[in-house]
């Protein structure tokens, strides 16, 4: 692994019984890199950034950030190390506040463990987000979109350095979108280093600096945004089967 990379993902292959959800992927993350990770529904997606996030465990292969082996360590831990993430099935807890929602990730993050600290610091990360205005309703009271920016301020509360973020512009529309492209370049300008899984196309070939793309549980394809979506290989694995 060369010096800079923040993370590392080596060899790592996920079993589901027979089925290879993630088959031998390798890939690095430098330090304020956006890398899109694309590809078709069940290619492999969420299971590889569960193996970098600690929810699942690798059935083979090795998971290093900043260059130390996390592959054992659970969740919480890889949490503390500044590893967040947002969740594709979005669950607040509904009767919680917004601010709340976002408070128990700041607990579980790398800022620690006093409420009045957390809700703070949730509440720096709504206006963050633009959901300000919407912190002391309750969080089942959010709609979709409003949800998908809960999500992020849940990742953000935990302090990362590396976001991972798994389809937070799904079913928002271009204005929408543009927001939350908005929000992840903030993120980076800040140093944040970021993993964006999304089948917006046109927004994830802006927002990257790299992309990764998975079919079959196997990367395909690793380069730039231009170098990758004209590669064949992807078009027809990929592009082809979304213009159906
Ligand atoms: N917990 C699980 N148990 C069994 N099979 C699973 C589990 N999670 C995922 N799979 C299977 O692994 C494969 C990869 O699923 P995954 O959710 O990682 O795909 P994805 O690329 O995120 O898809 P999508 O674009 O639909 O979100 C699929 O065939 C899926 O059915
Ligand atoms: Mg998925």
Do not use: W
């Amino acid at each position: 692994m060369t010096a800079a990379a923040l993370l590392e993902v080596r060899r790592a292959t996920r079993r589901f019984g027979g089925l290879l959800a993630v088959n031998d992927v390798s890939f690095t993350l430098a330090p304020g890199e956006i890398l899109g990770l694309i590809g078709p529904n069940g290619a492999g997606k969420t299971t590889l950034v569960s193996l970098v996030s600690g929810t699942l465990e690798p059935s083979e292969g090795e998971v290093l950030f900043h260059g130390k082996a996390i592959t054992a360590l659970p969740a919480f831990r890889r949490a503390r190390l500044g590893i967040g993430r947002t969740f594709q099935i979005m669950r607040p807890f509904p009767g919680l506040t917004v601010q709340d929602n976002v408070a128990v990730g700041a607990l579980f993050g790398r800022g620690g463990s006093q409420l009045r600290v957390a809700r703070e610091q949730a509440r720096r990360c709504l206006d963050f987000v633009g959901l300000g205005a919407f912190a002391s309703r309750r969080a089942d009271e959010l709609g979709g979109p409003g949800r998908k920016r809960l999500e992020l301020a849940k990742a953000l509360a935990m302090q990362p350095r590396l976001l991972l973020c798994d389809e937070v512009m799904a079913g928002l529309n271009h204005v929408e979108i543009d927001e939350v492209i908005a929000i992840i370049r903030k993120l980076r300008d800040e140093g944040i280093a970021i993993l964006v899984i999304e089948h917006v196309i046109k927004a994830i070939r802006s927002l990257s600096d790299r992309l990764l793309v998975l079919h079959h549980g196997e990367k395909i394809a690793d380069g730039t945004p231009d170098a990758v979506l004209a590669d064949p290989t992807v078009v027809q694995a990929y592009l082809g089967r979304q213009r159906k």
